[in-house]
Nanobody, 121 residues
């Protein structure tokens, strides 16, 4: 059973930084895409930043220049370095992975349980 486990959320002041981590376990599998989404109260879940296995990245316009997504493929881990945080970044951040199970060669979408990020003004 594949699991994504996030860590690193918390409370930070405007202009501060946080680093989120997410580890995938329960293989054997191959990770195609891994990254982060977020959902603020009363809003739909939106993409924040994702990275392909080939290191191609895609960022939301609202976080470009402030957030950096990276992966450690050997550790099945994705990171999100968040700098210059703003109150509007407050949300539950979810780890996402598009994974191919080697048992049946099929692709599946997986989500972490979410970690709260709160930016105070």
């Amino acid at each position: 059973q594949v699991q994504l486990v996030e860590s690193g959320g918390g409370l930070v002041q405007t202009g501060g930084s946080l680093r989120l981590s997410c580890v995938a376990s329960g293989g054997p599998f191959s990770i195609n895409v891994m990254g982060w989404y977020r959902q603020a109260p009363g809003k739909q879940r939106e993409v924040v930043a994702v990275m392909s296995s080939g290191s191609t990245t895609n960022y939301s316009d609202s976080v470009k220049g402030r957030f950096t997504v990276s992966r450690d493929n050997a550790k099945n881990t994705v990171y999100l370095q968040m700098n210059a945080l703003k109150p509007e970044d407050t949300a539950v951040y979810y780890c996402y992975a598009r994974i191919r199970l080697l048992s049946n060669w099929r692709l599946y979408n997986y989500w972490g349980q979410g970690t709260q990020v709160t930016v105070s003004s």
